[in-house]
């Protein structure tokens, strides 16, 4: 075991070494619980899921990675999710507004950036702000009730069920175009994150942000940037979530996906101190979260304790985590 | 002298990640006596004094004390047994009055009121440990008020509270003014007439002249030599800290000229947190100028604000002849590199590394723009960036891969310095540039410093070990609260001349040598 451990810690770090273990015991366990959950049906929701999390993770763990950390992930999903549909009903037709949600995400890393940096502002304050202001926003934005796909003009109709089915029909190969659209996102931020300049500029900040300013790194254009990629994430999140769920509660939609999203990137190896991580890491955290519901959906667990469940398999990744890191 | 001495330590061995600190060291001490534990930075002596003030647990080793042998497991054995150990950074609560921090840990309480504090029996100790050493200070007042000096004796008044047999002052005189150093001499002669046996680490040699009656030299982490009280002189100290004759160890061979081109020129030049007046100076080409002062002299703020972490608020830098900053232009660390300008910081661990992250990481990181294309690290261009550089420093390291953090402190160094050296600086200002560094990579560092000085680069060093600064610069200019209290001349160097003007004296009372 040692030996597995610490050839596989030389190729990728010990610490994915111990979400993958999580996740095939988690998987294993959930193949066992039920014949149901062994149907190629079953395999696809937990695709979906995974694909939406995953989604998500991969933003705050680029985030995390940097040092900074996002609070405001879910209130972004929902307002984002809520804009897709007033900005249809405005007019503006459903590609371009799935374009503007997204860049509204931009929109809002780039102030969060902007408050972290110049300001000099804790990151947990104003992305804790930021959790008030855009789920309060997006209340405000849809006075009677749950904005639905339902109500956008029906000229535009056709061009949204295009949007669902590029994005959460069937494939090619046969898995949800959503996991698809989420490996070429985690294709495109393992090259940013394992080998770009960024990357090395990012690991620096969230270990020793004096040593990279020493070095003359640009602090500020890295956090931002950071800040800008983990909103955009939320921004797709949210668009995401209306073309899935095709309707959007703007009290509840997202709400404490944000958490869900950290805790999947920090079981995933990112270190809530910064300067550790990785994008598999970060994937196979997403996926603990839609293997639990499912778990608890087929182990016959009463709802009730879906986040006792989460709590404890987070305690368990930490306390393993702690382990292996003391044996290092 | 008869009987066993007070205190005999043998072959003490300690080792820490990366570094062997001590290799069988023996010490011992004798009532009533001063000695001085002296050594370069990185010799051990630190780790050594830890292990007696139950701080570390020594690998391997005995510790007698009256010839009995002895376990040091915690402080409070320690200080049970009388050894009492004085830190370098002084360990006292700021909010709290000084008869409190005396009790620390030990408070009085009335009789038979669990809880309660007994003020009265504490102040009246604490006026009479005060006395001892002859601070006339109420009980009361708060520690924060106290200057550095006056905090020192709290500190050993704390330790004579505990009945001290043995007091380990670990470079007690670092932050204290010359009254205060004098005041501290004082009472050390007191405490060793009253019997009591001082362990006094310094590398102010002539500190050591003054108070020492033995002196022990410790190097690389093991013993180097024992000097008797009239064997005590700077050059045989010097001899056997460095262990090799002084010429080899700080090389001169760079010529300077006093027509060389001015590489950094400093005009009138304020800063965040600075003093009120402002401070000028130039590099030429091929210097090697010393920065000396006391701690907080304010030497560590002024590169900070001309390498651009802290905020000029008035004056000019030119690099050159060129404007770095001023007339409403910053200086930021990205433009202070683009434009020759690098700073070594005094704090590697703090500021100069990414210590969870592998040598080459280090060593790439101020270089990636080269090593990139179209925002990719290229890695072969980083591992021969990154092999080139630990070849020409020799940094002693497994592979490029291995975290920075896990190499001994002189290599850690010699990543800081390598990451700076791809290109060719013109201007390289080292910030307490070998402190916690042993021996070799010392003699590296200055061999270093030499030859990029003979290539015409200028070199700025700020240093408060004295040894190197008067052994490598071509000049030294001495810094006091912030102000440039004046520049000594190589011809003029002396350690009493950089300490006379670093305690605020004056050029003009120092009198030329004759």
Redesign the interface.
């Known amino acids: 075991m040692n030996n597995i451990v610490s050839g596989f810690s030389r190729v990728a770090g010990y610490r994915t070494f111990g979400v993958i273990v999580m996740v095939a015991v988690l998987y294993a366990v959930l193949l066992a619980s039920d014949p149901k959950a062994r149907s190629w049906d079953n395999q696809m929701t937990i695709a979906n899921r995974l694909g939406f999390y995953g989604v998500l993770t991969l933003g705050v763990g680029v985030l995390i990675i940097s040092g900074g950390i996002d609070l405001s992930i879910g209130s972004v999903v929902a307002l984002g999710a809520v804009s897709f549909v007033m900005l249809a009903r405005q007019g503006f037709h459903p590609y371009l507004a799935a374009l503007l949600v997204v860049l509204m995400g931009s929109g809002i890393g780039i102030a969060n950036g902007v408050l972290v940096t110049k300001l000099r502002l804790q990151p947990f304050l104003v992305t804790l702000c930021g959790l008030f202001v855009f789920r309060g926003l997006a209340r405000w934005l849809s006075p009677q009730g749950s904005p639905g796909l339902g109500q956008v003009p029906s000229e535009f109709k056709p061009a949204v069920e295009n949007l669902r089915y590029w994005l959460f029909g069937g494939s090619p190969l046969g898995v949800p175009q959503v996991l698809i659209l989420l490996l070429v996102l985690a294709a495109i931020l393992a090259v940013l994150v394992h080998w770009s300049v960024f990357g090395r500029h990012i690991f620096a900040i969230g270990y020793n942000e004096q040593a990279a300013r020493y070095a003359g790194v640009a602090i500020d254009r890295c956090k931002i940037l950071a800040y800008v990629i983990c909103s955009t994430c939320a921004g797709l999140g949210g668009l995401l979530y209306i073309l899935d769920n095709q309707t959007a509660t703007p009290t509840s939609a997202g709400a404490l996906l944000e958490l869900y999203a950290i805790t999947g990137a920090v079981i995933g190896g990112c270190s809530l101190r910064g300067g550790e991580g990785s994008v598999l890491g970060m994937l196979l955290g997403a996926a603990l979260l839609p293997l639990i519901k499912q778990i608890i959906i087929f182990g016959g667990i009463s709802n009730d304790l879906e986040y006792v469940l989460i709590g404890l398999v987070l305690l368990a990744g930490t306390i393993v985590d702690q382990l292996l890191v003391k044996r290092n | 002298m008869a009987g066993p001495p007070l205190l005999e330590v043998r072959g003490i061995c300690k080792q820490f990640p990366g570094v062997r600190a001590l290799d069988q060291v023996s010490l011992r001490l004798d009532a009533g006596e001063v000695l001085a534990v002296v050594g370069e930075n990185g010799a051990g002596k630190s780790t050594l004094m830890k292990i007696l003030g139950g701080i570390y647990t020594p690998d391997a080793g005995e510790i007698f004390l009256d010839g009995r042998p002895v376990q040091l497991p915690s402080v409070v054995a320690a200080q049970r047994l009388g050894i009492s150990l004085i830190h370098q950074e002084l360990n006292l609560a700021e909010n709290l009055s000084i008869a409190a921090n005396i009790f620390l840990g030990r408070e009085k309480w009335l009789p038979g009121l669990w809880g309660v504090l007994d003020s009265r029996t504490m102040n009246g100790e604490t006026e009479r440990l005060l006395a001892r050493v002859g601070l006339n200070l109420s009980p009361n007042t708060a520690v924060g008020n106290l200057k550095p000096g006056q905090k020192q004796l709290v500190e050993i008044a704390r330790a004579l509270s505990l009945d001290a047999r043995i007091l380990i002052m670990d470079e007690p005189t670092s932050s204290l003014s010359q009254s205060e150093t004098d005041r501290l001499y004082e009472v050390v002669f007191d405490l060793k007439r009253a019997g009591v046996a001082v362990v006094y680490i310094s590398h102010r040699l002539f500190e050591v002249e003054r108070v020492a009656d033995r002196a022990v030299v410790l190097r690389d982490g093991k013993n180097a030599g024992e000097l008797a009280r009239h064997e005590i002189n700077h050059a045989s100290l010097v001899r056997l800290m460095v262990g090799r004759d002084l010429k080899q160890f700080y090389p001169r061979t760079h010529g300077t000229r006093a027509d060389a081109s001015i590489r950094l020129e400093v005009r009138d030049v304020r800063y965040q947190g600075g003093p009120d007046e402002p401070i000028s100076f130039q590099l030429r080409a091929g210097e090697i100028v010393g920065m000396a002062g006391l701690v907080g002299a304010g030497r560590t703020e002024l590169a900070e604000a001309l390498?651009g972490?802290r905020r000029l608020t008035a004056g000019q830098v030119l690099i050159d002849g060129d404007l770095l900053a001023g007339n409403g232009k910053a200086v930021?660390?990205?433009r202070?590199?683009a434009a020759g300008l690098v700073?070594i910081?005094e704090d590697r661990r703090?500021?100069?590394?990414?210590?969870?992250?592998s040598v080459a990481?280090n060593l790439?990181?101020?270089n990636?723009?080269e090593l990139?294309l179209g925002?990719?690290?290229q890695r072969s261009k980083e591992r021969h960036l990154a092999k080139g550089l630990v070849d020409r420093l020799r940094i002693r390291t497994p592979s490029l891969w291995q975290k920075v953090g896990l190499l001994s402190g002189g290599n850690q160094q010699k990543v800081v310095v390598g990451?700076w050296l791809a290109q060719t600086p013109r201007v390289l200002i080292f910030d307490e540039p070998t402190r916690g560094v042993d021996v070799g990579a010392k003699a590296e560092i200055y061999a270093l410093m030499d030859q990029l000085a003979g290539q015409g680069s200028a070199v700025l060093m700020i240093s408060s070990d004295l040894e190197e600064v008067l052994a490598m610069s071509d000049r030294v200019l001495v810094l006091h609260q912030g102000r440039l209290a004046g520049e000594l001349p190589r011809a003029r160097l002396t350690e009493e001349a950089v300490m006379h003007l670093a305690t605020g004296g004056t050029t003009r009372e120092w009198p030329e040598p004759s």
């Open positions: 390498f972490i930021s660390p990205k202070a590199m700073l910081p703090l500021h100069g590394l990414v210590l969870q992250e990481f790439s990181l101020p990636l723009s990139a925002g990719l690290v990451k």
